[in-house]
Nanobody, 109 residues
Framework: QVQVVESGGGLVQPGGSLRLSCVVS????????IVWYRQAPGQEREWVGG?????DYASFVKGRFKISRDNDKNTVYLQMNSLKPEDTAVYYC?????WGQGTQVTVSL
């Protein structure tokens, strides 16, 4: 059974950085696509970026966020820099249609 667990969220000031982690158990992520989404209050869940043969990002995070993976640890990271208040959301990882519980990111003074 595949399980996905996100962590690393928190409260950060505008312009700050956070690194989120997504740990997958039950199946190797090596060579497999894995995707980050986010959902702000009252908004629909939106795609943030994905990692597979390469990385791709939504336009609103491109140049600020970076996805990396450690296949030996079965973990994917989302490095978020230059955070803005509009980045406030619950961030989710999706692997093979399995969702984690999400991790809250709040960008505020």
């Amino acid at each position: 059974q595949v399980q996905v667990v996100e962590s690393g969220g928190g409260l950060v000031q505008p312009g700050g950085s956070l690194r989120l982690s997504c740990v997958v158990s039950g199946r190797t992520i090596r060579g497999q696509p894995i995707v980050w989404y986010r959902q702000a209050p009252g908004q629909e869940r939106e795609w943030v970026g994905g990692s597979w043969m390469g990385n791709d990002y939504a336009s609103f995070v491109k140049g600020r966020f970076k996805i990396s993976r450690d296949n030996d640890k079965n973990t994917v990271y989302l490095q978020m820099n230059s955070l803005k208040p509009e980045d406030t959301a619950v961030y989710y990882c999706n692997f093979k249609d399995n969702w984690g519980q999400g991790t809250q990111v709040t960008v505020s003074l």
